[in-house]
């Protein structure tokens, strides 16, 4: 299979030799980590709801809020099309591209639990050392369901968001000042929380502190014989020290894979799918699509539902299954569901057309059925994979970009999905579609199966497959000259 190639046991250098055991001191540090995606998921909730809210449009977007009560056949699917109300959603994100530039440097001298602390006040920042967190405390054969943490939290946090904006949205007129200062309690708890969180001992080995790193790993990893897998971690970060600007390093032709995959494609395509899309503006499209105000929160609330049942499978299947199997089976699942609601809308709606309440009923299944293929597939493991790839040497550097590139595309498509659901119709989700498309040929092509690898020596991977194997292979040819 294309890119399916995964290194067998013999061929990696002390995997085989790792021991754990689940103890509560490891399930402790992951509970904690993931609730910087509680924080995060609960921003992605609470903006979208807030935006279709009347008293928020009349306070703010009073046009808006007219043309939205006029009815009108031309704004079928334009109702909401305001660049100044997408930019309230998109800024947050634009913002939050801007902190990661620093969150490398943050990440890699102060370590994952400083990031953690900070992200409680800045979550773009905890964005960063987040899943890096829960990847590095992780035994390789548990790795993607602990990492799925992150995932789970983050639709909770959406979930609980559009059930809060339900009952605002009753409050008048100040209902949703209470739904954004509400974030104040995920943010608070991720600050305590992270008072008491250890740091991960690829981040101490990092900072030389080799003894705590010792101790941590013995008491993460529930055993004594731990001299294998810390001994991957010494070899890794002297291969970090030798690396002066690791973001210069990243770009470096032996890195090209993660680069590619990790760094630029993965999340990138994350948002490409459409899905922050509908989860932003789950409320204001369903409204667009005839829902009245409180049934488009409900259906909102429903798709939300979806994704943290989705969640809590992926946590179940990306360990079992394999993360290229799960990629890909979505990327089916999710172009035709697209196709589906695209062509429906095409024949159904729009220009005066009012959409019948069973066919509106089938299209919101079809989005609870696209959110649960996403929310097992390309949500987590655009997070998963890119934190479980990059070498210590630019892991930190490679994780900011990672979330560079996903705030960039999240605020992008944040911008103009309102403007392209306005002048595009029901061809925004035939677009989509075919972005999906060009999303699982990627995956299939150029993606390496990782479940079950030890994080620092994934880069095993890389020499055994068929393309990435050239630029692997000429650096290690130049290295023995």
Known sequence: MAGGVLADEGALKRAHLYEHRITAYFIFACIVGSLGGSLFGYDLGVSGGVTSMDDFLIEFFPGIYKRKQKHMHETDYCKYDNQILTLFTSSLYFAGLISTFGASYVTRIYGRRGSILVGS????????????YLSEMAPAKIRGTVNQLFQLTTCIGILVANLINYKTDQIHPWGWRLSL????????????????????????????????????????????????????????SEAARAVKNPFRNLFARRNRPQLVIGAIGLPAFQQLTGMNSILFYAPVMFQSL?????????????????????????????????????????????????????????LKFGEGKELPKSLGLVLVILICLFVLAYGRSWGPMGWLVPSEIFPLETRSAGQSVVVCVNLFFTALIAQCF??????????????????????GSFVYFLLPETKQVPIEEVYLLWRQHWLWKRYVEDHDEKTDQ
């Open 290 to 346: 005839g829902f009245g105000g409180s049934a488009s929160l409900i259906s909102s609330t429903m798709t939300n539902a979806a994704l943290v049942i989705a969640a809590i499978m992926s946590m179940y299947s990306a360990d079992k299954f394999g993360r290229r199997f799960l990629l890909l089976e979505a990327s089916v699942e999710m172009f035709c569901y697209m196709v589906v609601v695209g062509v429906t809308l095409a």
């Open 181 to 236: 200062g509400l974030a104040v309690v995920p943010a608070t708890l991720m600050f305590i929380g992270g008072l008491f969180l250890p740091e991960t001992p690829n981040s101490l080995v990092e900072q030389g502190k080799l003894e705590e790193a010792k101790a941590v790993l013995i008491k993460v990893r529930g055993t004594n014989n731990i001299e294998a897998e810390f001994q991957d971690l010494l070899e890794a």
């Open 418 to 439: 309102l403007v392209s659901l306005c002048h595009l119709k029901y061809g925004i989700f035939l677009l989509f579609a075919g972005l999906v498309f060009g999303m």
């Open 121 to 132: 006040v800045s979550f773009f920042l905890g964005g960063v050392a987040v899943p890096l």
